[in-house]
Antibody, heavy 117, light 110 residues
Framework: EVQLVESGGGLVKPGGSLRLSCAAS????????MNWVRQAPGKGLEWVSA????????YYADSVKGRFTISRENAKNSLYLQMNSLRAEDTAVYYC??????????WGQGTLVTVSS | QSVLTQPPSASGTPGQRITISCSGS????????VYWYQQFPGTAPKLLIY???QRPSGVPDRFSGSKSGTSASLAISGLRSEDEADYYC???????????FGGGTKLTVL
């Protein structure tokens, strides 16, 4: 059974940093691109970042470019999102999602990031 | 402001057929596949339609997708109370080099 479990969310002050993790199981992690998608409270979905199966292809939304860094460790079946210079507008539930045939076919349960003083 | 435009709300009665539209541009829907996701409150989104009109296993055939030019639609026939949820369209955008989502449509079953 495919499982994606995010962790690392919490309360952080504006300008602070946080590192999210996503532990994957139930599939061959190293053969899938992975993504982060976020959802601000009461708002819609916003794609954040993507990383190819080997880590060589990386994409970011303009809203996080230069502040967030996506990475992965295939040997540990893990996906990460390093978030720096956090802003109030980064407050959201962050989901990791497996990519299959261009779609996001499996999602984690999400981890809440709150940026507030 | 979302790159893909969806109506914020839609409604229908049980048994009815409804459609949800998703409007984009030549850099996203016009040149790439469209995907639809269903989300219930407090839960993660679920893939509903991939590659414009394909259903993952387990998705009822009451759900169908279509695409024409720079627009796409999700149709739900035989509407049921359990279909009440938020629906999002998504596509790759060549200009942005990233995924874009619609703002979401809240479906109410009256």
């Amino acid at each position: 059974e495919v499982q994606l479990v995010e962790s690392g969310g919490g309360l952080v002050k504006p300008g602070g940093s946080l590192r999210l993790s996503c532990a994957a199981s139930g599939f061959t992690f190293g053969t899938h691109s992975m993504n982060w998608v976020r959802q601000a409270p009461g708002k819609g979905l916003e794609w954040v970042s993507a990383i190819g199966s080997s880590g060589s292809s990386i994409y970011y939304a303009d809203s996080v470019k230069g502040r967030f860094t996506i990475s992965r460790e295939n040997a540990k079946n893990s996906l990460y999102l390093q978030m720096n210079s956090l802003r109030a507008e980064d407050t959201a539930v962050y989901y990791c999602a497996r990519e299959f045939s261009e779609s996001f076919d499996y999602w984690g349960q999400g981890t809440l990031v709150t940026v507030s003083s | 402001q979302s790159v893909l435009t969806q109506p914020p709300s839609a409604s229908g009665t049980p048994g009815q057929r409804i459609t949800i539209s998703c409007s984009g541009s030549s850099s996203n829907i016009g040149s790439n596949n469209v995907y639809w996701y269903q989300q219930f409150p407090g839960t993660a989104p679920k893939l509903l339609i991939y590659r414009n009109n394909q259903r993952p296993s387990g998705v009822p055939d009451r759900f169908s997708g279509s695409k024409s030019g720079t627009s796409a639609s999700l149709a739900i026939s035989g509407l049921r109370s359990e279909d009440e949820a938020d629906y999002y369209c998504a596509a790759w955008d060549d200009s942005l080099s990233g995924r874009v989502f619609g703002g979401g449509t809240k479906l109410t079953v009256l």
